[in-house]
């Protein structure tokens, strides 16, 4: 079986002002990227309600409805924007995030990537911030848990902005593990390492500005892997972020394009030795053009090896 890639043109239709970073050609330059790739190519379905409202309340959701224009574009808070086809992309975001859990845990695809837009990791329960309205990765553990009935799940987020929205919507879950490495000080000023959540389920790997991959893979060999091994999840989900990469204009680490692909190699061999290789991976920042569709190929050619 092959890595399914999901997504939808309706992603391209949230489109913010010009000059932002979080803009159409992210996904433009990605898709194109993968284009080559021998990979099972699913639409994303959106999202049912019913599925968002695992993670956000109908308060949340009314809001968002609300906010919604009608033309032009239509500010959140200082970052965050909506254009009349955002909540659109946000509930195929939202799909694809939950379709990939169905086809990996019902044995369509050994893994799965979700390319999609606007990014998640910052949505908070009542709260959209940080480009982002709905937390995917945190949808997606939850749907495994409470629709397939998993009993562990574990979240890891690699983007250099810590996910304050997934700690925020993981905090009470006992039976979701959340590692999540990221530059400190940074926006959004979480994720500090004494972050642990209700139940000790949370691992927060601050990085200091200017370190490296090697730095990064000392701590995720050191600290994360084994809190994977002990936690022994039977899904692994991914939030894939591409901006720390050396090039990138948000933050400042200096990660390369190979540092990508072997966190997701690692990531994918633990999947491997613990939950049968189950890896779902959802796209979120990464604002350098160039860097980020390198780094998504390394990351999409890093789970297509897993999968043969």
Same mark, same amino acid.
């Given at each position: 079986?092959?890595?399914?890639?999901?997504?939808?043109?309706?992603?391209?239709?949230?489109?913010?002002?010009?000059?932002?970073?979080?803009?159409?050609?992210?996904?433009?330059?990605?898709?194109?990227?993968?284009?080559?790739?021998?990979?099972?190519?699913?639409?994303?379905?959106?999202?049912?309600?019913?599925?968002?409202?695992?993670?956000?309340?109908?308060?949340?959701?009314?809001?968002?409805?609300?906010?919604?224009?009608?033309?032009?574009?239509?500010?959140?808070?200082?970052?965050?924007?909506?254009?009349?086809?955002?909540?659109?992309?946000?509930?195929?975001?939202?799909?694809?995030?939950?379709?990939?859990?169905?086809?990996?845990?019902?044995?369509?695809?050994?893994?799965?990537?979700?390319?999609?837009?606007?990014?998640?990791?910052?949505?908070?329960?009542?709260?959209?911030?940080?480009?982002?309205?709905?937390?995917?990765?945190?949808?997606?553990? *939850?749907?495994?848990?409470?629709?397939?009935?998993?009993?562990?799940?574990?979240?890891?987020?690699?983007?250099?902005?810590?996910?304050?929205?997934?700690?925020?919507?993981?905090?009470?879950?006992?039976?979701?593990?959340?590692?999540?490495?990221?530059?400190?000080?940074?926006?959004?000023?979480?994720?500090?390492?004494?972050?642990?959540? !209700?139940?000790?389920?949370?691992?927060?790997?601050?990085?200091?500005?200017?370190?490296?991959?090697?730095?990064?893979?000392?701590?995720?060999?050191?600290?994360?892997?084994?809190?994977?091994? !002990?936690?022994?999840?039977?899904?692994?989900?991914?939030?894939?972020?591409?901006?720390?990469?050396?090039?990138?204009?948000?933050?400042?680490?200096?990660?390369?394009?190979?540092?990508? !692909?072997?966190?997701?190699?690692?990531?994918?061999?633990?999947?491997?030795?613990?939950?049968?290789?189950?890896?779902?991976?959802?796209?979120?920042?990464?604002?350098?053009?160039?860097?980020?569709?390198?780094?998504?190929?390394?990351?999409?050619?890093?789970?297509?090896?897993? !999968? *043969?």
């Amino acid at each position: 079986m092959k890595t399914a890639m999901l997504t939808h043109a309706d992603c391209l239709t949230h489109v913010t002002p010009e000059g932002h970073p979080e803009r159409v050609a992210r996904l433009e330059h990605v898709l194109h990227t993968l284009e080559p790739l021998e990979v099972n190519r699913v639409t994303a379905p959106m999202a049912a309600d019913d599925d968002i409202l695992r993670i956000h309340p109908e308060s949340y959701l009314d809001g968002l409805r609300r906010a919604l224009p009608a033309d032009g574009q239509v500010a959140l808070d200082g970052d965050t924007w909506m254009s009349p086809g955002t909540l659109n992309a946000a509930y195929r975001g939202a799909g694809a995030a939950v379709r990939a859990v169905d086809m990996v845990l019902g044995g369509e695809a050994p893994n799965a990537f979700a390319a999609v837009r606007p990014p998640g990791h910052h949505a908070e329960t009542e709260t959209p911030m940080g480009f982002c309205l709905f937390g995917n990765a945190a949808l997606a553990a *939850k749907h495994a848990l409470d629709h397939h009935g998993l009993s562990r799940v574990a979240v890891v987020d690699f983007d250099v902005h810590h996910g304050n929205g997934t700690q925020d919507l993981l905090w009470d879950e006992q039976r979701a593990l959340l590692i999540t490495s990221q530059q400190i000080p940074l926006f959004p000023g979480t994720g500090r390492a004494n972050e642990t959540g !209700a139940y000790d389920t949370i691992l927060n790997i601050p990085l200091p500005p200017g370190s490296d991959g090697a730095l990064m893979r000392q701590e995720y060999q050191d600290k994360a892997f084994p809190r994977l091994r !002990a936690f022994a999840p039977e899904l692994i989900i991914i939030s894939a972020g591409f901006d720390a990469h050396v090039d990138d204009p948000l933050a400042n680490l200096e990660w390369q394009t190979e540092d990508f !692909a072997w966190v997701t190699a690692e990531l994918c061999k633990l999947a491997d030795e613990l939950c049968d290789g189950r890896v779902v991976s959802t796209l979120e920042g990464g604002y350098d053009l160039h860097a980020l569709s390198a780094s998504v190929l390394a990351h999409v050619q890093e789970l297509m090896k897993a !999968a *043969k």
